[in-house]
């Protein structure tokens, strides 16, 4: 086929090298360089640099839906359009430019987790499953038809870990529903609106650490922040520590919320609920380090505590 794959972030790139692979021609459009870094220096779209490299070049496209963006699609005379991360929502003439339609690649079990953020919101509802899905692109966002999905657990990963490993599931999937719409096979299954969630995008404060939660939640929280916008709490001098990998410790009842425990095994601190044991973590201004590296030149004995 002939796609037009509208996508701008890292998790479009293994559908652009899938598409490719499979021998299908490949146009690519994608947001505009936009100011980045310390010098605010114009910064391509990941989709767009590895186009580039790939040899398939991308259009930055500020509105897919006004006059530039429809000449585009015309000029492009895609059979699908394919959308995966793009950041733009969609007008109806921009779905109907290509005879077989308009397909988005989502990262959650839709209807489950709608919106801007379903990585993170899974984890921190404690979701044991999450998953990639394939659905038709309607005016509602993510509320189009679910035509294919794949399942994976949530267990011990980070956001960051789970966008990466469905990625690579979604861009197999995609190839499937391809494969499927020229067989003319293909199965639409309407989402049950009365299972919606929705996912929010996520900011700063979310990774903050509250101790007065179970070692459980506290777990959840940096696995669904890592590695944005990151997860972190206060050391006793009122220094920012970010807080990259642990997981739940058991702990007698007893302690307050945020303080130190034991340094021998990890930086087990007590939660409103058994203790969290961090594994890595950050000072600000300062590298990440093993906890064992930290430890060997930072004061925090046990009875300190952590916050707020």
């Known amino acids: 086929m002939r796609v037009a794959l509208l996508a701008s972030a890292d998790f479009a790139l293994p559908v652009l090298e899938a598409l490719l692979t499979a021998g299908h021609e490949v146009v690519v459009g994608t947001q505009p360089s936009r100011p980045a870094g310390r010098g605010q ?100 966002m993510d509320a189009g038809d679910v035509l294919a999905s794949r399942r994976t657990t949530t267990a011990g990963k980070t956001a960051g870990e789970l966008l990466v490993e469905l990625a690579e599931a979604g861009a197999a999937l995609l190839l499937e529903v391809i494969d499927s719409m020229a067989r003319g096979d293909l199965r639409r299954v309407p989402q049950d609106e009365t299972q919606v969630t929705r996912a929010r995008k996520l900011v700063p404060d979310d990774g903050r650490i509250r101790w007065e939660h179970s070692g459980e939640e506290v777990d959840r929280r940096v696995r669904a922040t890592t590695p944005r916008p990151g997860a972190f709490t206060q050391l006793p001098d009122g220094v920012r520590l970010g807080i990259l990998a642990g997981q739940p410790a058991v702990c007698e009842r007893g302690h307050l919320p945020g303080e130190v425990l034991d ?16 594994l890595r973590l950050q000072r600000e201004g300062r590298r990440p380090l093993d906890v064992t590296d930290y430890l060997r030149g930072t004061p925090l004995p046990p009875g300190s505590r952590l916050g707020p």
């Open 41 to 140: 220096k114009p910064q391509s779209t990941p989709v767009a640099l590895r186009a580039a490299v790939v040899g398939a070049g991308s259009t930055e496209l500020e509105d897919v839906n006004s006059a530039e963006g429809l000449h585009f699609l015309t000029e492009a005379r895609p059979d699908l359009i394919v959308v995966v991360a793009f950041g733009q929502k969609l007008g109806a003439a921009v779905r109907a430019a290509a005879p077989w339609g308009c397909v988005n690649l989502h990262p959650s079990l839709l209807p489950r987790w709608r919106g801007a953020a379903p990585v993170p919101a899974a984890i921190l509802a404690g979701d044991k499953h999450t998953g990639v899905c394939v659905i038709e692109v309607v005016e509602r």
């Open 263 to 278: 340094r021998d095994d990890g930086l087990v601190v007590a939660c409103g609920k058994d203790a969290y044991r961090i």
